[in-house]
């Protein structure tokens, strides 16, 4: 049987670096890491996004099974014996708890990514393919949510922060943050708290 793949899971507002910092990370890291990310799918073309444009299809009923999906195909992958790296926003705490208790189990290193609010605004607008506000709107909610076992600033260089992450990664411990979040009772997620049962 092939051994189940281990996980960096980087979690950070639109525009904080999150490639950026995954792709420094999958340069360095010792082993063949595969990075992986919504972004990737989007821009492959796996979208129907012309019938998205033209409004024949609403993203907005596609979007929960999507993001249901991929949550799925990073247990598949890792279930293949992938080593990943993943960028993702954990949008609500329902959806960070669905995650953890999905990946529970498997070697996940979960990261958070900050950035002031002021640098997300300016690279949202510098890069010119996000819609304006969405740094904004993450950057409010996205790790209030969430435990970590590293957190980094999305200001300081990206080969500086991925020498640090892995040095962190190399001496993880159990349990892992997404172990913890996977026993937070969902009553509690609902209203706000975030306390195991």
């Known amino acids: 049987m092939t051994a189940a793949g281990r996980i960096i899971l980087i979690n950070g507002a639109s525009s904080a670096g999150k490639t950026t910092l995954a792709r420094a990370v999958q340069a360095k890291i010792d082993g063949p890491f595969l990075h992986y990310s919504i972004d990737h799918l989007r821009d492959s073309g796996v979208l129907p996004s012309g019938r998205l444009k033209t409004r024949e299809f609403r993203w907005a009923q596609m979007r929960e099974a999507f993001f249901d999906g991929f949550e799925r195909s990073v247990v598949g992958f890792a279930a293949g014996g992938n080593d990943l790296i993943v960028d993702h926003i954990m949008e609500s705490r329902a959806w960070a708890v669905r995650f953890a208790r999905r990946l529970a189990g498997l070697d996940v290193f979960f990261v958070g990514l900050r950035c002031p609010v002021e640098e997300l605004e300016r690279r949202e607008r510098a890069r010119g393919d996000r819609p304006l506000g969405d740094a904004r709107r993450d950057h409010q909610t996205v790790h209030g949510y969430c435990l970590y076992d590293a957190e980094f600033d999305g200001t300081v260089q990206a ?39």
């Open 159 to 197: 080969d500086a922060n991925a020498e640090r992450l892995i040095a962190l990664w190399l001496a993880r411990l159990r349990p892992s943050a997404i172990e913890k979040m996977a026993m937070w009772d969902l009553d509690n997620v609902a209203r706000g708290e975030t306390r195991g049962a």
